[in-house]
């Protein structure tokens, strides 16, 4: 059973920068795509970033062009999100996911193992 721990969250103000991290345990961690996702009050999980097993290829979401990086080291089994200019639209819940599909798979449906999340506020 794999299992996703996420960790970094915590309150910001807006414009500012922080970085989730999220570490697996049990199970192969480097043959699979990681994601993240997030999921605001009343509103459906969506997709923010995702990384291919070699880390070599990337994808994001819109709200997360050019402001926010995923990376990961396969060696320690951890994939990792710095998100800069933070604003308030990106407070939620992020989720780090692992998918056994390839990067053009963006839905929840095509992840199989999640962590618990970890809270993101961003403050005026």
């Known amino acids: 059973q794999v299992q996703l721990i996420e960790s970094g969250g915590g309150l910001v103000q807006a414009g500012g920068s922080l970085r989730l991290s999220c570490a697996a345990s049990?199970?192969?961690?480097?043959?699979?795509?990681m994601g993240w996702f997030r999921q605001a009050p009343g509103k459906e999980r969506e997709f923010v970033a995702a990384?291919?097993?070699?880390?070599?290829?990337?994808n994001y979401a819109d709200s997360a062009k050019g402001r926010f990086t995923i990376s990961r080291d396969n060696t320690k089994k951890t994939v990792s999100l710095q998100m800069n200019t933070l604003t308030l639209e990106d407070t939620a819940v992020y989720y780090c996911?692992?998918?056994?599909?390839?990067?053009?798979?963006?839905?929840?449906?095509?992840?199989?193992?999640w962590g618990q999340g970890t809270q993101v506020t961003v403050s005026s």
């Open positions: 996911a692992r998918s056994p599909y390839g990067l053009g798979y963006s839905t929840p449906n095509h992840y199989d193992y």
């Open positions: 049990r199970g192969t961690f480097s043959m699979y795509t």
């Open positions: 990384i291919s097993w070699s880390g070599g290829s990337t």
